[in-house]
Structure formats: C-alpha cells, structure tokens
T-cell receptor, first 110, second 111 residues
Framework: GQQVMQIPQYQHVQEGEDFTTYCNSS?????IQWYKQRPGGHPVFLIQ?????EVKKQKRLTFQFGEAKKNSSLHITATQTTDVGTYFC??????????FGTGTRLKVLA | DVKVTQSSRYLVKRTGEKVFLECVQD?????MFWYRQDPGLGLRLIYF???????EKGDIPEGYSVSREKKERFSLILESASTNQTSMYLC??????????FGPGTRLTVT
C-alpha cells in the first residue's frame, strides 16, 4: 500500500538556525498537505501543494513539492521558540483519504 | 471558525468494554475521519466517511467500527476494548480535497 516516510524523526536546533523536514511517498501524489502540532495540541493545517515543482512561502516557512510529485519539503529559516512542535506531511492520492507521514518533532533551544 | 469537538479529552476503560467516541463538526463538511496517534507512528487512519451512512476502511480498521447517521456527527466504536487500543484518538473533518480540521483528541487508556 501507499506509504509516506518523513525524515528526520527528531531535530534539535539552536534558536536562529534553519530547519528542514523531508517527506517521501512510495507513489505519485495528487497533492500534499502540511500540518503542525504543538505539544499537547492537535494538528493544524499549514498549506497544500498541488502542482509539480510548486514552491510556496509563508513568512519564514518554505514548502516545496517535487517535480515527480513523490516528495516534498518544509524549510524554516531562522527558527524561533514558537516553531516548536511536530510537523506532518499528508499525501493525497486523489481519493478522499490522505496518508500522513510519521512526523518530525522539532525542538528549538533558546 | 470551524469547530470540531470530541466527547471526551480523557477516557479510562477496562478490557472487554464497549467504547464510544463521538465527534461533531459544525461546518457542513462531507468528509469525516478517525485517526489514532501513537509515538513514532504518526497519524494512522482508522475509518473515514464521505457522506451520511457512507464509510470506508482506513489502514487499521481491525477492532473498530463507525457510525454516521447525521452529517455533523461521526462516531468511533471499539466493540471490545483491548490494551493495544490505548492511544490518542483524533477526529477530523473537511470538504473534499481540502484541509482537515482536527478535534482536540481523546486520550483513551484501556486497562
């Protein structure tokens, strides 16, 4: 079945350093979504990418969707303590359901 | 704002009990989902529903069933709870192909 792998599982960075998490699907995706889950909270939608090679920015966050639509990345520039949490990608295959990656837990050290 | 509510934040049940987890959304979303979240495994889809009385199995449906009698309400049922069903359960809703809105989660402990 379809699998979505996400790396790294954990990342500790000093405040001000950059951070990247990568998402890889075993099959071609129709779109990909990214979510953030704060400690003790629930996942909150960040963005959706649909087009091959698409790049979208939200302030210090940059999201990319690969040309083959099988991988994606989230890059945070100059991390802040408010960036702490777990980041999930969710791959859509054109049906109702999405397959979530295992998540990357980010810890930012002040 | 979209609101997804779940009936309990914390629940403790005994092995063999029948457990009902309820989820209600207020945005007229067609799609509703039940996930379980375990450390290191991310979110795994148990069941989803794309319309009233319609349901489809997700990746880990064994030991669970669901009910959707009204559009706004999606229930997850554990027919006979077991200790390996101790987990965080998250409900979500969405329009087709759009972002999912999650409820606060129910942390279920089966002893």
């Amino acid at each position: 079945g379809q699998q979505v792998m996400q790396i790294p599982q954990y990342q500790h960075v000093q405040e001000g350093e950059d951070f990247t998490t990568y998402c890889n699907s075993s099959t071609t995706l129709s779109n990909i979504q990214w979510y953030k889950q704060r400690p003790g909270g629930h996942p909150v939608f960040l963005i959706q990418l649909v087009k091959s090679g698409e790049v979208k920015k939200q302030k210090r966050l940059t999201f990319q969707f690969g040309e083959a639509k099988k991988n994606s990345s989230l890059h945070i520039t100059a991390t802040q303590t408010t960036d702490v949490g777990t980041y999930f990608c969710a791959g859509g295959s054109g049906t109702y359901k999405y397959i979530f990656g295992t998540g990357t837990r980010l810890k930012v050290l002040a | 704002d979209v609101k997804v509510t779940q009936s309990s934040r914390y629940l403790v049940k005994r092995t063999g009990e029948k457990v009902f987890l309820e989820c209600v959304q207020d945005m007229d979303h067609e799609n509703m989902f039940w996930y379980r979240q375990d450390p290191g495994l991310g979110l795994r889809l148990i069941y989803f529903s794309y319309d009233v009385k319609m349901k489809e199995k997700g990746d880990i449906p064994e030991g669970y069933s669901v009910s959707r009698e009204k559009k706004e309400r999606f229930s997850l049922i554990l027919e006979s709870a077991s200790t390996n069903q101790t987990s965080m359960y998250l409900c979500a809703s969405s329009f087709y192909g759009m972002e999912q809105y999650f409820g606060p989660g129910t942390r279920l402990t089966v002893t």
